[in-house]
C-alpha cells in the first residue's frame, strides 16, 4: 500500500510541478516565435522555427545591460546597507540590558506593519524638497535598515553563547570589533539568506522605482521590461516575453544556485 | 576569517559611497551642458513602434544639423504614465525642458504656471498652424492666449468600416446615428463571433457623440454641464446598442488597452466599423486584410468631433538655455518637410498649412482617401474649453463612470447628474 | 549581558532607528498631517481639515474599496494558506523530483511580479490564452478573466496565490520538520491513522506556523500592486481598484496629495486593526484548547 500512495503522490506532484512550470515554458517559448506565429496559432506550445528577434528587438529598444546593472547595484547596495545596519541593532536587542529596550523593540515590530505604500508619498515629498528624487540615492537609502534583518539576526544572536563575547571583552576588544570580526562570521548562513531574500525582493521591485524615478537615469530593469508592453498598436507578445526571460534569467539562476539559502531566509532564518 | 566578512562590508561601503556620490551628482546638479559643451536638450516622449521610429528620425535630423545641441530623447510609457511623471518632476523641480502632453491638460498646467509662454522665442509665433489643430483652433480663444502648447501628433476620432463585409452586405458607412444603429444591426453575427460596431468607451467619443446631438460639455460661461440632454442620450446610444439591441461590443480593458483591442477586433474581422483615432489609419490600412474605407462620424442635430492627441510643452522651470533649444527644435518640427514626412509615415493629421499644401499637391491625398476623409472632417471640430479643470473632469469624473455605466447599464441620467455635481465642485 | 556603556545600546541602534524614523514613521506622521491638506504639488496647499476623508468616503467609495481589498486577501491568505500546506504535506518526501517540484513552486515567489503578472496577461487572453484553450478543451464556456468586472478579482488573487504559495510551503514543511517522529510513532503505535495524527498531532503543534503564515499573507495580500497596475489597471470599472493602487491614483494620475494621505492613513489603521485581530484569533485559540 505504501508503494501505492507513493506513486498517488508522484502523479499529483507532477500535476503541481507543471501548473507552476508550464508558465515559465511558455513564456520561453513566446519569446521565441515570430509575432505572426503568436497570432495565428496562439495555443501552439513549441514555436515552428524558433528565432531570437524578439530578444533582438528588447536590446535594441531597451537598455537592458544598463538597466540590469542599475537592478543588481540597488539590490546590492541594499542588501549590504541592511547587513551593516542589522548587525549592531540585533545585537544589542539580543545581548544587551538596557533601560528603553522594550521600547526599541516595539519600535522595530512596528516597523514591520507599514508597507512602503503608506510611506511613499512623503518620503517622494521629501527627496523631492532636496531635490533627490530619481537619484540612486532614493531607491536605496530608504531601505538602508531593515527590521526583518534585524529580527533574524536578533533570533540568531539568541543561540550563540555568552561567554564568546565575554572572552572577548576580556581580551580588550571594542564592540565594534565585536559585532563585525568575531560575531558575524558565526551568523554567516544567517547572514546570506538575510542578504538574498533582500536582494531577490529589491532586484525585483516594481513599485519603489516605479514611484522614485521620472526618468531613465537610474530605471530598473522590472520598470523597462514592463514599458515594453506598449499602448495603442498590439501588444507585441513575443518581446514582451523576451523581456520577460531576460528579467527572469539572472534570479532564477541566483535561486537554482542558492535556493538552500534562500529558504531558509523565508522560512524563518537560522 | 572574521576580517574578511567586516572588510567585505567596508569595502562594499566604499563602493556604495562611490555610487551614491556620482548618482546623487547625476540626480542634483542637472547640468545644463554636457561633456562636449553642447547644450543638453531632454525631450520625454510617448511614442511607440512607426511612431516612435519617425520621430526619432526627425530628432536626429535635427541633431545632425545643430551641433552646439546634444537631445536626449526618453522613452515615458504611454501618456497618462507619462504626465503622471512629468508632474510629479514638476514638483521636484527636475522637469525636462520639453515634452508632450493630452491636449486637455495644457489649461491645467498653464493655469498652474507651469509652463512657458513660446511667443518671445523667435519664429513661434508666426507659424501657420492648421485652425483646429494648432491651440488656436483647439481652444476657445485659445489665439488669444500666449502660446504654449505647440502641436504633435493630433488626432480626431473617425470611422473605419470593413470594406469587404460593407460591400457584401450592400451597405455604405453610416451617416447618421440611426444608420449606426441599423447597419450594426445588419451586420452583428450572434454569439459574438463579428460586432456591428465597437468603440473604447471612453471620454472622447463621448464627447464627439454629445456634440453630434447638438451639446456641448461646457456651457458658454465655461461650467460644467456635461452635455445636459445631449449627453444623456449619447451614454444612452452606447447603452442601448450594448445591452439592448446587441450589436456593440465595449472593449475590454484601461485606457490603450481597450483602443487596441478595438483595433484588433476590427483587424480580425470581429467588429465590422469602428471608431478610433486618425493616428491608427496607417496601422490599420497596413494591417487589415480587406479594404479599410474611413468616414466621417455620423451626425445627429450636426456634425462633430473632438480633437486629441498631444501637444509640446516647454516648461518654465528648466533652464533658458534648454528652453531656447527646445523652441529651436520646435520651429524645425514644423518646418514643412519635418512635418510632412511625420504626418504621411504616421497618419496624424498634418500640422501646418504649408505641409498640408505641399502633400496635396504631391497627391498624397488622391492616394491616400482615408487621409483625405481625415482632413475633410476638420471642419466639424469642435473647440475644448480653456479649463483647467477639464483633465480632471475627464480622467477622474467621467470616464469611470462612462465606463461602469455602459458595462453594467446604470440609468445614464442619474450617472450623468453624479458626475456633474462632482464636477461643479471645486479641486 | 551588561552594555559597557549606557550610550552603546543606543549607538547599535541608532543607524537603523534614524533610518526607521525618517523613512517610517516621520512620514507617517506626514501622511497624516498632509491628510487635512488639499495639495497637488504645483500649486500652494489649502487647509480643508477632513474634507478628504469625506471625499474618498463620497458613494461608498472608500466601502468598496476596502471591501474589495479585504474579499482579496480572503481569498489569497485561504487559498495559499491551504495549498501551501497541502503542498508541504503532499512533497514532504526525499528524492531529487520531489525537491525539483519544491523549487519549482518556491521560484514563482523569488521571480519579479513584472515577470508574473506579463505572463499570466498572456497566459488569460479569454480568446487565444492557454487558459482559454484548457476551457475550450473541457467544454467551459469562453471567461472574460480580466475584462469581466466579476471575474477580474478573484482572477488576480489566483494569480497572487500561484505567486506565494511557494512561499507558504516552504514555511509549513519548516514547521512540519519540527514535529518530532516520537509523536508521530507513539500517535500510531496508538492506532491513529493519517488524518487523526494529522488533527491531533501535527496540527496543534503547526498553529504557531499556520498563525504566522496566515498574518504574513494577510499583510503581502493587503500591499498588493504590482499585480493591479500591469495586468487590470484598476479595472474593469473598478473592480480590481485595491487599496494600494486607490493610493497611486490619487497621487499619481490625480495628484491629489491631501486624498492619497487620507487613503494612506486610512489603510494603515486597517492593516493595524487586522494584524491584530489575526494574531490575538489565533493565540486564543491556541490558550483555549489548552495546547
Redesign the interface.
Known sequence: MKRGKGTWATVLAGVFAAIWVLPYAWMASTSLKPLREIADDPTAPLPRAPQLDAYREVFGQVPVGRYMLVSV?VA??IG??Q??LALPAGYALAKLRFVGKRVAFALVVACLLVPPQVTFVSV??M??KV????????L?VPFAASALGTFLVRQALLSVPDEIIEAARLDGASELTII???L??LL?PT?VSVFLVSFVYHYSDYFWPLVMT?????RTLPLGIA?LK??????RWHVVMAGNVLLSLPVLVLFGIAQKHLVRGVGGGG | ??????SH?VA??QV?AG??A???G???SRPVRDAKGRIRL?I?YTL???NRETFLEIVRRFQERNDDVSVEP???????ESL?????????????ALSHVVAEVVPY?AR?R?LTALDAYPGMREIPFVRGIGQEGAFRGGGDLPLYAVPLNRSTPLMYCNGELFAKAGLAPPRTWQEVVEHARALTRPG?ERWGHEVPISWWFWVALVGQAGGSVFDEAGRPTLGGEAGVAALRLWQDMVHRERVMRPP??????A??VT??DFLGGRAAFIWTST??IR?LED?ARFPVVAAPLPKLARASVPTGGTFFVVVEQAPEAEKIAAARFLTFFCEPENATYLSMRTGYLPITEPAVAKMRADGFFAKHPNDDVAQAQLASVDAWPWEPMLF?IE??IVD?RL??AV??DRDARAVLA?ARALSERP? | MRARSKVHPWLMLGPSLLAWSLFVFVPLGLAAYNSLF?W????EP?WVSGANYGAIAE?GELGRILGRTLFFSALVVAGSMALGLGLALLLDRPGRFFGFVRGAIFSAYVVSWVAVALLWVLLLDPDRGLAAAVLRALSLP?I?F????AAALPTLAAVTVWKITGYAMVVFLAGLRAVPPSLHEAAALDGADALARFRYVTWPLLRPTAAFVATTSLIVSFQAFDVVRIM???????ATTLFVYAIYEQI????SVGRASALSVVYFVVLCVLAALQLGAWRSQRTTRGT
Open positions: 547595484a546590492v547596495a549590504a546597507l547587513l551593516l517622494f515629498l527627496f523631492a531635490s533627490l528624487t530619481n537619484t540612486f540615492a532614493s536605496v563585525y570580526r568575531i558575524a562570521p554567516r547572514l521620472t526618468d531613465d537615469t537610474v514599458l506598449e499602448p495603442g498598436s498590439g501588444v | 576569517m572574521g576580517g574578511r566578512v567586516a562590508l562594499r561601503r556604495l555610487l551614491a556620482t548618482s546623487l547625476a540626480g542634483c531632454r520625454w511607440g513602434g512607426r526618453v522613452y515615458q510609457g504611454d501618456y497618462f503622471a511623471k512629468l508632474r510629479t518632476a514638476i514638483a521636484a523641480k527636475s522637469a525636462p498646467l498652474a507651469t459574438g475590454p480593458g484601461r485606457d490603450y488597452d483602443w487596441n483595433n484588433q493616428a491608427y496601422y494591417n480632471r480622467r477622474d469611470p465606463e461602469s458595462l453594467l453624479e479641486g | 488639499s497637488d504639488m504645483l500649486t489649502v458613494g469562453r472574460g480580466l475584462s469581466d468586472p487590470t489597471q484598476g479595472g474593469p470599472a473598478r499619481f494620475m490625480n495628484l
